[in-house]
């Protein structure tokens, strides 16, 4: 039987506090859609996609009602399109990046992930001719996203597609610059890309997946704080054991809610990524987490010690919850969906470099952070490969999600809306990497790869 006091609580946390299932993802396996015609691949893409997911929002809204928690978004991830696009050429893979974007019109979906490539240790004709359509792709679709996983620890850094990736994203930024460059939102460059993560931009459904499968994000980061300022000045290590309490509870409510989605839609259980997502709303921030710990303000010193902190009594907590977390699973920091980031990199508190440094012992990496639109694609490649390499050294996944504002400078805000919220426009180092970018190949894995 529930206490009253834990019903409350929950009730508590739903009201005032932000709590919410961020996304119910379902993971659609496209390889039975394979055809030697773009136009039949394109169409049973287009009929799997509608007949397997056609009850996924409807569901969502039964959930939502029944258990009284709001379920933010609702999404279809896909097996990475470079894998099943074959001969189609750049032209066919713009064609299945409208296909997809208007089965998630005809379904309602907020958006469909997938529009993909693993290249992390070189690049095939069909990976090739994707990454050099994602510009247009994304440019001409509305709830398409795009990733490209260019490391991995056991096989290194593929620089040469860390280099294609920063004229993507110049370009993307270029093609989309009448909308603040926001088709750069929509596309994140990783390393060590998890097969199960329902958040977008960077999820997609791998091929040791099944069929097809539910995957649930939660997102606390409101309790959390609330949590936090409740506990007033206490040790470090009752901190740590609050907070492992606060995502025990929060991680079992996505559970709930993947079971019974998993159940009604007659598709089996993956995960539930316990990451702690911001959004722009007051209250729903992990900077002000940090600053709930004593902090004067996300990016001072002790922000790297206090993240590391929080990710690590994240994930202990959750997986106490459920006996299948994964994802990415800890704490977000992306700079235009967190008010408390936002506030911190307007007043100068918090740097690139400071971001680079956190993403060392958190969840993703440098995420949603807007850049001058001059900032040249060479340097572009340069942060995304001290980024990567920081997942490649640590066996982690990191990610980065660079916008160059097109038009846009230094001290200049982007507005994106919505749950993208706004990006301060920050500096980059000037000193130019074009030679290093240059020498192309691949930065042999590390020797700790060696585990076999």
Same mark, same amino acid.
């Given at each position: 039987m529930l206490e009253l006091s834990n019903i409350l609580e929950t009730i508590n946390m739903i009201r005032d506090e932000n709590l919410d299932i961020r996304t119910v993802t379902m993971g659609i396996s496209l390889f039975d859609c394979v055809s030697d015609d773009p136009g039949l691949l394109c169409e049973n893409i287009y009929e799997k996609l509608c007949r397997r997911a056609e009850r996924l929002v409807p569901v969502a809204g039964e959930i939502e009602k029944l258990y009284g928690i709001p379920v933010i978004n609702k999404r279809i991830s896909v097996t990475p399109v470079s894998l099943i696009g074959g001969k189609t050429g750049r032209d066919g893979y713009v064609k299945i990046a409208k296909t997809l974007d208007r089965a998630a019109k005809t379904l309602g979906v907020n958006f469909v992930g997938g529009y993909s490539a693993l290249v992390q240790k070189g690049m095939t004709d069909g990976a090739r001719e994707l990454m050099t359509s994602i510009p247009q792709a994304l440019s001409e679709t509305d709830f398409v996203c795009s990733s490209v996983n260019v490391a991995s620890t056991k096989a290194g850094i593929n620089m040469d597609a860390v280099a294609m990736c920063g004229d993507v994203i110049k370009e993307t930024a270029r093609l989309t610059a009448d909308r603040g460059s926001i088709g750069c939102?929509?596309?994140?460059?990783?390393?060590?890309?998890?097969?199960?993560?329902?958040?977008?931009?960077?999820?997609?459904?791998?091929?040791?997946?099944?069929?097809?499968?539910?995957?649930?994000?939660?997102?606390?980061?409101?309790?959390?704080?609330?949590?936090?300022?409740?506990?007033?000045?206490?040790?470090f290590s009752e901190l740590a054991d609050l907070i492992k309490k606060t995502s025990f509870k929060i991680t079992r409510m996505g559970q709930l809610v993947a079971c019974e989605a998993s159940k009604r839609l007659d598709v089996p259980f993956g995960i539930v990524d316990l990451s702690l997502a911001p959004t722009p709303a007051v209250g729903d921030s992990v900077a002000h987490i940090l600053e709930s710990m004593g902090l004067e303000s996300a990016g001072a010193p002790?922000?790297?010690?206090?993240?590391?902190?929080?990710?690590?009594?994240?994930? #202990?907590?959750?997986?106490?919850?459920?006996?299948?977390?994964?994802?990415?699973?800890?704490?977000? !920091?992306?700079?235009?969906? $967190?008010?408390?980031?936002?506030?911190?990199?307007?007043?100068?508190?918090?740097? !690139?470099?400071?971001?680079?440094?956190?993403?060392?012992?958190?969840?993703?990496?440098? $995420?949603? !952070?807007?850049?001058?639109?001059?900032?040249?694609?060479?340097? !572009?490649?340069?942060?995304?490969? $001290?980024?990567?390499?920081?997942?490649?050294?640590?066996?982690?996944?990191?990610?980065?999600?660079?916008?160059?504002?097109?038009? #846009?400078?230094?001290?200049?805000?982007?507005?994106?809306?919505?749950?993208?919220?706004?990006?301060?426009?920050?500096?980059?180092?000037?000193?130019?990497?074009? $030679?290093?970018?240059?020498?192309g190949g691949r930065i042999p894995a590390p020797i700790h790869s060696l585990k076999n």
């Open positions: 939102a929509k596309f994140v460059v990783f390393a060590n890309a998890p097969e199960d993560n329902p958040f977008m931009a960077g999820a997609f459904h791998g091929s040791g997946e099944p069929e097809a499968v539910i995957n649930v994000g939660v997102s606390g980061p409101g309790v959390v704080a609330a949590a936090v300022k409740r506990a007033g000045n206490c040790s002790g922000t790297t010690a206090a993240l590391a902190l929080l990710n690590d009594a994240v994930k #202990k907590g959750g997986v106490m919850a459920s006996s299948f977390v994964g994802g990415l699973s800890g704490a977000f !920091i992306p700079v235009s969906e $967190d008010a408390g980031m936002i506030d911190a990199v307007t007043k100068g508190a918090l740097t !690139i470099e400071k971001l680079e440094a956190m993403t060392a012992v958190c969840s993703v990496g440098l $995420d949603m !952070i807007a850049i001058p639109g001059d900032t040249p694609s060479s340097t !572009i490649c340069g942060v995304i490969a $001290d980024e990567i390499s920081i997942g490649v050294a640590n066996t982690k996944t990191t990610a980065v999600r660079l916008i160059p504002a097109y038009g #846009k400078k230094v001290g200049d805000t982007v507005e994106f809306g919505g749950l993208l919220g706004r990006a301060p426009v920050i500096p980059v180092n000037g000193y130019g990497c074009a $030679d290093f970018i240059a020498r």
